[in-house]
Nanobody
Framework: QVQLVESGGGSVQAGGSLRLSCQAS????????LGWFRQAPGKEREGVAT???????SYADSVKGRFTISRDNGKNTLYLQMNSLTPEDTAMYYC????????????????WGQGTQVTVSS
């Protein structure tokens, strides 16, 4: 069974930064497409950033230039560095892994963490 556990969320003032982590177990991390998603109250879950097994990344337009996805294969850990945060970034953030294609669409992902809350105050 694949397990994904997020950490690093919290409350921060607008303009601040946070780094989210996702610790994975139960599979070879480098063979999957990995992604970060978020869901704000009353909204659908949306893709934030993805990383292919070859390291190629993709970002939602709303976070380009502010967020950076990365990984440490030796630690089986995925990261999301979040800079210049705004209240619009407030959401529950989830990491996920796909055994098939790599996409910002949630339908591509087979495994999900429980999420970590990010709250940005104005």
């Amino acid at each position: 069974q694949v397990q994904l556990v997020e950490s690093g969320g919290g409350s921060v003032q607008a303009g601040g930064s946070l780094r989210l982590s996702c610790q994975a177990s139960g599979y070879t991390y480098s063979r999957y497409c990995l992604g970060w998603f978020r869901q704000a109250p009353g909204k659908e879950r949306e893709g934030v950033a993805t990383m292919r097994s070859d390291g190629i990344t993709s970002y939602a337009d709303s976070v380009k230039g502010r967020f950076t996805i990365s990984r440490d294969n030796g630690k089986n850990t995925l990261y999301l560095q979040m800079n210049s945060l705004t209240p619009e970034d407030t959401a529950m953030y989830y990491c996920a892994a796909s055994r098939s294609w790599c996409s910002l669409s949630i339908g591509a992902y087979n495994y999900w963490g429980q999420g970590t809350q990010v709250t940005v105050s104005s």
